[in-house]
DNA sequence: CGGTGCTTTGAGTTTGTTCAACTACCGTGG
DNA sequence: CCACGGTAGTTGAACAAACTCAAAGCACCG
């Protein structure tokens, strides 16, 4: 009897650091093939998430950083009685979980958007094993300080933009995280929902099927469901960037 | 003939991590006494910045971070054509320029809005010494990771929030850095211009105006100038969360 | 097929903005 | 000491962008 697709993985092609698509932009970017290999053994596999999964919830104990496979999520926190905010989508190669270390609690919950793998990364194993790699360290602190700097740069299309430019640079912004990993940076699948993007926009939904019709009849971006065709991407980002006329 | 009281100042009482009253909110909280004197060693003092001036400006290439000592310092980040996003404040003990640290170099100005004074931590050998401390390298991530989450609460603030919520959020807020750094959280000085606080909360000067006035005029909190007295705290925290009702 | 959830479109309303004028405050120089 | 000028803050009125509410269209799935 032969055996199953799922038991032949386990075997034979259970996934190493060494041999994963994303080294070349994942946390041990910065090591070495040796050095590699001892990240790779703290490194706990898990079970595929489904759709609509967590991978944790708001408030339960932090004890691992994931790291995404494939697949995407998105980070939501419900601050008291008002709804929920959606902070942050996460794409593979990307750091789940590292607003969580300050208090020991995760401060949102995190939801797979499709079917999504990831690597956990105990966090007491990853910081013993950053005392002995400078390397890996700096890049822990550096991913920490990109998140940083992307939060800022949220706060000023949440303070500043319009409808339409948080809209364009939305979509400029996904595209440029597709093209740095080898997708296509015209065309790609949305995996969120029209709710998800304008809860993450500050907008309502009705606003993002707007502006999306209209980007659309102005030929900047072909939309059909969860489907983006950029047509005219220079357009794309004067509308995201250029300042609101007066 | 007797020495100045600078001259005293730099012979006999050259500022010190193990004197200093904010050792138990600043970075090195976690370390012992002997460690506390290796990281003091890496400090380097600065002249006191006078109001309005440039701790350093957005693009300079990154090199330290800082810790406030005393006085206030505001964040600016002019990206591209946009006018300028106020991104943070900054108040004695908390840490500024983390999220240079990815790229290097700041991602944006850090202007004093009083007098201030701040220690500076070269990074390199901040780095260096969190290799031999682990309480410090635990006490860096947890102030990024502490920032992480404040960068969230703020976008919920910018994405979800009233005017009026995030006035009232703002001030509860500084009363209560006020009030860990042992001051009154009823009464303080705002060192900002409102000018500052419109563009750090997302609104025109002329709402932030509007709504101090309002405030004052429904007895929560007695606003001159820049001097505030929170009137009725109970009532300020009521409104910074509450639901908005439809 | 019929339902359920997601998306789109339309119409009226609201919150906060913009523009404009006025006031208070503070330091400077006559 | 007071007049002056400039900056910072306040207030009012009209306007606009995005929201809410309502309803219809679509697509996927059992």
Chains 1, 2 share one sequence.
């Not at 065309?187 to 907008?203: C, K, P, T, W």
């Not at 030929?219 to 220079?234: F, H, K, T």
């Amino acid at each position: 009897m032969p055996i199953s697709a799922s038991q032949r993985r386990s075997l034979a092609q259970a996934p190493r650091c060494q041999t994963c698509s994303l080294s070349s932009l994942c946390l041990p970017l910065a090591l070495q093939i040796e050095d590699i290999s001892q990240f790779d053994a703290i490194i706990r596999r898990r079970a595929p998430l489904k759709k609509g999964e967590a991978l944790f919830h708001q408030g339960e104990r932090f004890s691992s950083v994931f790291a995404v496979r494939s697949g995407s999520l998105k980070q939501v926190t419900s601050e008291g009685n008002g709804e929920d905010q959606l902070t942050n989508f996460y794409l593979p190669s990307e750091l789940v979980g590292l607003d969580g270390i300050d208090d020991e609690c995760y401060p949102g919950s995190v939801v797979a958007l499709e079917t999504t793998t990831v690597c956990e990364i105990p966090f007491k194993h990853l910081d013993a094993l950053s005392e002995q790699l400078p390397e890996l360290r700096g890049q822990l602190y550096r991913s920490m300080s990109k998140e940083l700097r992307d939060d800022r740069r949220m706060m000023r299309l949440l303070s500043r933009k319009t409808a339409d430019q948080r809209l364009a640079t939305f979509l400029t912004t996904l595209s440029d995280r597709f093209r740095r990993r080898g997708y296509s940076p015209y065309s790609f699948r949305l995996s969120m929902a029209r709710a998800d993007i304008g809860n993450y926009l500050g907008l309502a939904v009705e606003t993002v099927s707007r502006i999306l019709s209209r980007l659309q009849s102005q030929q900047v971006v072909a939309v059909s469901g969860r489907e983006v065709n950029i047509l005219d991407m220079p357009r794309l980002i004067t509308l995201a960037d250029e300042e609101t006329p007066t």
